[in-house]
């Protein structure tokens, strides 16, 4: 990123990098390069671009903005948040050790556990919010430790600081999912992580219209790696669902806060109420790791999970909703609810999930932007 554009905040970069207006015809919106092909002048002599798998213009618009937000050098994006884990985990060699998250997204759980342990690679789930669990687990062949703070489902934070000295210690690199926090309240490259990755679908995008993924690094040896299995692998973005990702991206600030502010407002209404046995979320004074939350994130983000009684409970208040939608996914201007153990955990076995902590009474929010009164309103309504 051009030096003049580092000292920009974080809203002006959103809106301008990488999408000033178009030199050809004077247009502020970014055009959509359709185009899978591009003439070259002559052998090797090109434009920077050759074969849109490899790289399309309004990808690489993308690509600048979002390491734009996220403070990385490097951005790659790709056509799904679990075609960007995937193109990563293909860095490591059969044999190779890691140690994850144990609360960590389905979709994950499920490549790591279904897909890649038949290529040799073992996986060890921790409790990463305690970093001694984490440094137990490492072995002299853990190649990489994967975390997600705040996690998927139970919003558990983990010491990104303190857990990447543990790993780096180990020759060990770290990626963490950085989804639910989003670049704009939590930037885990200045926290000691090596790469961080991005399910686009969710708040990025933020419009639940688009699917999309991203990798950040600041390292040019991981970046050059990664950039040959892009395109190698070709796991990427068309350039129609770039464009959607660059106008959502313009919002992003404004829908967060909006979000995090309607999520406090919702956690503390649910911690009241007495059909509710426990809430999850960083915000609350009762959460156990609300101080590192509150150092490592600008504000405590637009997830909330909570517990009832037992999954008929949550089936019935689940079904009695109105203004949030019974949906998988999250981020989105509008609000969702799920169940994770049905939902987007079902790929994860039912003593697995039980280990971690995600019970049949679970029931997972991902806060909108609407009238907060309204959502409380609803909620209060189908827990009676």
């Known amino acids: 990123m051009p030096e003049e554009k580092e000292s920009w905040g974080f809203s002006t970069r959103a809106v301008h990098v990488g999408q000033g207006p178009d030199p050809a015809t004077g247009a502020v919106v970014q055009p959509i390069h359709m185009a899978t092909t591009f003439a070259q002048q002559g052998v090797g002599k090109h434009h920077g671009f050759e074969y849109s798998r490899t790289g399309n213009p309004t990808r690489a618009a993308l690509e600048e903005c979002l390491a734009a937000l996220e403070d990385a050098k490097h951005c790659l994006a790709f056509a799904s948040g679990l075609g960007a884990e995937t193109t990563l985990m293909l860095l490591l060699n059969p044999g190779d050790h890691v140690v994850y998250m144990e609360d960590v997204y389905g979709g994950t759980f499920r490549l790591f556990d279904k897909v890649l342990k038949r290529y040799g690679l073992t996986f060890t789930p921790v409790d990463a919010s305690d970093v001694d669990k984490v440094e137990r687990a490492m072995t002299g062949d853990t190649?990489?430790?994967?975390?997600?703070?705040?996690?998927?489902?139970?919003?558990?934070?983990?010491?990104?600081?303190?857990?990447?000295?543990?790993?780096?210690?180990?020759?060990?690199?770290v990626c963490v999912d950085n989804t639910f926090a989003t670049p704009y309240l939590q930037q885990p490259l200045h926290?000691?992580?090596?790469?961080?990755?991005?399910?686009?679908?969710?708040?990025?995008?933020?419009?639940?219209?688009?699917?999309?993924?991203?990798?950040?690094?600041?390292?040019?040896?991981?970046?050059?790696?990664?950039?040959?299995?892009?395109?190698?692998?070709?796991?990427?973005p068309s350039p129609f669902d770039c464009w959607l990702l660059l106008r959502g991206v313009k919002t992003l600030a404004l829908r967060v806060e909006r979000q995090s502010q309607n999520a406090m407002d919702v956690a503390n209404a649910l911690a009241s109420h007495p059909a509710v046995r426990r809430v999850y979320y960083p915000g609350l004074d009762q959460h156990p790791n609300r101080a590192v939350a509150a150092r490592q994130m600008r504000m405590f983000g637009g997830m909330v999970s909570f517990e009832v009684e037992d999954?008929?409970?949550?089936?019935?208040?689940?079904?009695?909703?109105?203004?949030?939608?019974?949906?998988?996914?999250?981020?989105?201007?509008?609000?969702?609810?799920?169940?994770?153990?049905?939902?987007?955990?079902?790929?994860?076995?039912?003593?697995?999930?039980?280990?971690?902590?995600?019970?049949?009474?679970l029931i997972r929010l991902s806060i909108g932007v609407e009238d907060v009164a309204d959502l409380i309103a609803d909620l209060e309504s189908a827990l009676a």
Do not use: C
């Open 191 to 236: 926290l000691g992580a090596d790469v961080v990755v991005h399910s686009a679908t969710k708040y990025l995008g933020g419009h639940s219209d688009v699917v999309g993924g991203a990798l950040m690094t600041n390292k040019a040896d991981l970046e050059e790696k990664l950039r040959f299995h892009q395109n190698a692998v070709g796991a990427v």
């Open 143 to 173: 190649k990489m430790v994967w975390l997600e703070s705040p996690t998927n489902p139970l919003l558990r934070i983990v010491d990104i600081d303190a857990v990447s000295e543990i790993a780096h210690s180990h020759g060990a690199m």
């Open 311 to 361: 999954e008929a409970k949550a089936f019935r208040t689940l079904e009695r909703l109105q203004i949030f939608a019974l949906a998988e996914s999250l981020g989105a201007v509008e609000s969702l609810a799920e169940h994770p153990a049905r939902m987007t955990d079902a790929s994860i076995p039912a003593e697995e999930r039980k280990r971690s902590g995600v019970g049949d009474g």
